[in-house]
């Protein structure tokens, strides 16, 4: 947890590990499979350790690896104290721990405690009758009737997977709550006995096992309004509505989650990371991470990684393009750390829930851009203020699926669910745009197996199996062995680019963020500045984000002229007035000492 607090006077030295650690997001089933069943394994994890170690990974974040009847990848958890056993055993997560803790690297699981699969056995008896001890530990309401006697749900609020946020049980004749799929029943957080198994049976038992910390799944959903009422109609339409404020940052969420904290996390000193979803104001998330409030490290805003998307809970797979302009804005929206508190801010592009950064922000449509904005993509990231957060194959530029394949190669029940509704809706313009959304955006880009090399199943599983998801039709070309001793490659620049980062940590992991020419919509160009107070030392970064050659910032005029070029995407050329020459997706770093 961060007790330790901001200070002007000691430097670096008293900053929690966590500030400037570089963490990696494994996602397992599509990492490496070890025994050819074509799902990812610990073991196939383990022995891609000295691969993390050397690109530079401090910390491993490994998505849901519980037992689970996977109905959401794991984020529907069975059996918080088992593993799945596709997964392995729970004897394998002791090796990844010891093997990444002697390599210097640490392990933080994917806590999932807003909700449990229905097949969970507290909801199990939950469900059982209305006097189970456990029937409080989830939402139960009485079903509502229309004016034609039609039994409606309670509230008219819609999920994330499309449809409503209620099902109706027969057995007991009340509906339950779950906002995302209906095999996956919220907990309440309102009954103590619930809050306090949460704490001891899925925390306690793996920090006890020498977890580092964790990943905070829906971290805050976990007070929802309790009076349970209809949300205005936003879309006419559906009989479903869009309502994350009756359970988003609900009226006790700083309560739970500051007891958690007190319960669990500091005591082991464990490292926390919430996602934090539905809170686009610095201000609303400032309380869930200072460290006076002692709540939680970090959080995940998605302001920028939701770039493109439509409404999150509604027309999400309605492409929306956006100008660069947008991109900066948000870049420096979040980069709120100033120096005057100890708030604390997190820097990713990537991860299991969005489609690949190189496609989105980058240019993955010809070979050369593909490569040389990849690389700039890196460059924005590592200059960036806070923890940097990688998600796997990001360091090598996978690509979202292609193009060309059909809808049957989407497994996630956030796309089918989307698919689907636009097909009950009949309106053939809204099954095309939904298609052309998923194509650009689906969670599914980034969960095709990971490219290892140009065999069969692209290394990640033996010749002869079946992969659970499609391996790309362009692994041969991207993958680790063919980047690996290529100096060029897109992951020998995040090696070096990840140095960098730590070398200059007082600009690049701590400085400040000043946002240059906002409205230029080519070039990205921003100074980081020492906000210890110690130096006078900058930063300019300056980024090409098109396709055409473009003039940078005026470097000269801002770091005088001593500046010196400490990086550089592409064979850097001279400045000329002060000014670097950037050609097509070139990207470099200035500093004055
Ligand atoms: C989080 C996860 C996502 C999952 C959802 C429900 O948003 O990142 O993958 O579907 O929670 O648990
Ligand atoms: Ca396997």
Not at 68 to 81: A, C, E, I, T
Not at 391 to 412: A, F, H, L, V
Not at 437 to 465: C, M, T, V, Y
Request: glycine share 6%; hydrophobic share 35%.
């Amino acid at each position: 947890m961060g007790s330790i607090s901001w200070d002007r006077q000691n430097g670096f030295t008293n900053e929690p590990y966590w500030k400037d650690a570089t963490f990696y997001q494994v996602y397992p089933a599509s990492f490496k499979d070890s025994n050819g069943d074509g799902w990812g394994d610990l073991p196939g994890l383990i022995s891609e350790l000295d691969y993390l170690s050397d690109l530079g990974v401090d910390v491993i974040w490994v998505s849901p690896i519980f037992d689970s009847p996977q109905k959401d990848m794991g984020y529907d958890v069975r059996d918080y104290q088992k593993i799945y056993a596709p997964y392995g055993s729970i004897e394998d997560v002791d090796v990844l721990l010891r093997e990444s803790h002697n390599r210097g690297m640490k392990v933080i699981l994917d806590l999932v405690v807003n909700h449990t699969s229905q097949e969970h056995e507290w909801f199990q008896e939950s469900r059982s009758s209305k006097d189970n001890p456990k029937r409080d530990w989830y939402i139960w309401k009485p079903p509502r009737y229309d004016a034609d006697g039609t039994r409606i749900p309670p509230t008219n609020w819609r999920s994330y997977f499309a449809g409503p946020t209620w099902t109706f049980d027969e057995h007991t004749q009340e509906y339950y709550l779950h906002l995302y799929a209906s095999d996956q029943p919220d907990l309440n957080w309102e009954n103590a006995a619930c809050r306090k198994a949460i704490y001891d049976n899925t925390m306690r038992f793996w920090l006890d096992r020498g977890v580092d910390g964790f990943r905070i799944d829906t971290v805050n959903k976990y007070s929802k309004r309790q009076d349970f009422v209809d949300a205005p109609v936003t879309d006419p339409n559906s009989p479903h509505q869009s309502a994350p404020e009756m359970w988003c940052n609900g009226p006790r969420i700083h309560e739970f989650i500051h007891e958690m904290n007190r319960e669990v996390l500091a005591p082991y000193e464990a490292v926390s990371v919430g996602e934090l979803s539905n809170t686009p104001d610095p201000r609303q998330v400032r309380p869930y991470v200072s460290a006076q409030a002692q709540e939680l490290d970090m959080v995940f805003e998605f302001s920028l990684i939701r770039l493109g998307t439509g409404n999150i809970l509604g027309p999400k797979y309605i492409y929306q393009p956006f100008p660069l302009s947008k991109m900066k804005t948000l870049t420096q929206k979040w980069q709120f750390v100033d120096g005057t508190d100890d708030a604390w801010t997190t820097v990713f592009v990537e991860n299991h829930d969005n489609a690949r950064a190189v496609c989105r922000f980058g240019d993955s449509s010809t070979p050369e851009l593909w490569n040389k904005s990849a690389k700039t993509i890196a460059l924005w990231q590592v200059t960036l203020t806070g923890t940097l957060f990688l998600y796997q194959g990001q360091e090598i530029g996978m690509t979202n699926m292609p193009s060309s394949w059909g809808i049957e190669e989407y497994k996630d029940v956030e796309s089918t669910g989307f698919y689907e509704e636009a097909v009950q809706s009949g309106d053939p313009e809204l099954i095309k745009k939904t298609l052309h959304g998923l194509g650009h955006l689906a969670r599914d880009h980034s969960r095709i197996p990971f490219q290892w090399d140009a065999s069969p199943n692209a290394g990640f599983a033996r010749e002869g199996a079946t992969p659970w998801m499609r391996v790309h039709d362009e692994y041969k070309s991207i993958n680790v062995a063919r980047q690996r001793d290529d100096p060029d490659s897109i992951l020998s620049f995040y090696k070096k680019a990840l140095t960098l980062r730590k070398e200059h940590r007082d600009l690049f992991v701590f400085g400040s963020f000043t946002l240059l020419d906002p409205e230029d919509e080519s070039v990205f160009s921003y100074v980081k500045r020492d906000i210890k107070g110690h130096t006078d030392k900058m930063a300019v970064v300056t980024l090409n984000m098109s396709g055409k050659q473009q003039m940078g910032t005026d470097v000269t005029s801002i770091l005088g002229d001593g500046a010196r070029l400490v990086v550089s995407t592409q064979e850097g050329s001279k400045l000329v007035d002060g000014r670097p020459v950037l050609k097509p997706w070139e990207g470099r770093v200035y500093v004055n000492h």
